[in-house]
């Protein structure tokens, strides 16, 4: 009887498929690709619908209206996050990505914003690490002239090194096997807390101690924790007070502080701390690395599988450079297609269809249901990214989505591959100014050709918290003109 009633719907609450006892919808799920099946089940039960994974009541939002309504009318009002065991066991309710809404949160992502903005001041600029980077990739994309390549390792690996620039103040060379092997663990565990063994493992936590998939996770989650929590403790080694390198010095230094405020301030205590250290630190290295290499690789695979706007993109690329060598971030504003190709990578790819989950603080109506207080939101972004209503070309890849017929850049209101409001992704501004150094670096020095006619790429996402492509290989030919 009491597992039944936990499965059952309360009044008002928005409709969905039945569900099982214990489960709940969680078998029904297909966790290699749910979103069709998302998709389909709103065509059913409408925009706001709920499922139980096991006896957690999820509602799915769908659609602008009820997104925006979520993620910015009431913003504030569900812009806790829901926790579950694989949260608690890696963020200890601490950091940016899943600390719950309130003071720490709030310091720690203030914090982060401006040093990520002020970090440039006095030293390198952003652009410019991103600017030596790309050179870097370019160097190793040369190597492969002749070859078949995969791109992912090197691409992964240079993005990768643009946080850890910002954050541990210092890159990896693309040869360094112990670095490439933090990455792939980051990547496998991306993918395996998504599928049916993390969700399980939240639902259920008695398997925790059997010998099943699930340890992976956790193994991988202690493989790379450790790697980051080294660096830390080198820092505090290393640094110079008052001469900060990167953000984990500008963290000490904020340790420091609170150290000298002592005890008697308690109610104007800061909430620095070093497990937040260690958390902030993971989460930035997790977020800015995987989401942004992933839109890397479908932009190189939506040039190969669209030759003439691959063209149409270099044309616009030779044309602003001119004789520089490389474009700056500022050139941008003069470059509506290269802008409209890479929002409609973002479209297309879906990079992180489903956002992160969300939580309401307490009780909330939302399009006429009543939403209990820490009821799962899943945040259903990439409903947006082929709705008939928004997009000329829906389902086909094609930049002219993103512009006048003026060929002026179009701003789309509901499309939101970062989300929106109180939690909007904090690396916005940094992904968007990687992605187009990066891109426009290697639309210049190649031309990239995909080597099968027989068969095209295949654009079907692989499933994870941020999607990526299947892997690849392909053909590049340095331009004539590059000496
Ligand atoms: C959160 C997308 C790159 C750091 C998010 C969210 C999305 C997203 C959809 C969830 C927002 C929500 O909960 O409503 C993307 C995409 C990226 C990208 C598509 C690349 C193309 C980055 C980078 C960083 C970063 C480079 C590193 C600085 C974060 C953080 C959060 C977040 C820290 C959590 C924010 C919070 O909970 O307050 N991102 N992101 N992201 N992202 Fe990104």
Redesign the pocket.
Known sequence: GFLWWKTWRPKSFPPGPLAFPLVGNLLQMDFSGPLQGMKKLSEVYGPVYSMYLGSQPTVIVRGFKALKEI?VVKGTEFAD?PQNRLTRTVSHLKG????PYGKT?KEH?RF?LST?RNFGLGRKSMEEKIAEESAYLIQDFKKNKDTLFDPHCVINNAVSNI?CSIVFGRRYDYDDSTFQDILHLVNENMKMTMGIWGQLYNAFGFIHYLPLPHQKILKNIDTVYGFLQRIVEEHKKTRTPGEPRDYIDCYLEELDKSALQGEEDNNNKKTFDNQNLSTCVA??FI??TE??S??MEWSLLYMMAFPEVQEKCRKEIDKIRGDRTRLDYEDRVSMPYTQAVLQEV?RMAS??PL??P?TNLKEEQLNGYTIPKGTVII?D?SSLNYDETYWKYPHEFNPENFLTEDGELRKVEPFL????????????N??RM??FLFFTGLLTHFEFHWPDPASPPDLTPVYAL?QTPKHFKMRLVPRINDK
Do not use: M, N, Y
Not at 96 to 99: D, E, S
């Open positions: 993620l996050r940016l990505v899943v600390a949160w992502r982060t990520l946080i989460d930035l977020a800015g989401t942004t992933a839109t973002l990079i992180v956002g992160i969300h945040t972004l591959p970062f989300s929106a409001g109180p939690r909007v992704c904090l690396g916005e940094l992904a990687e992605t941020s």
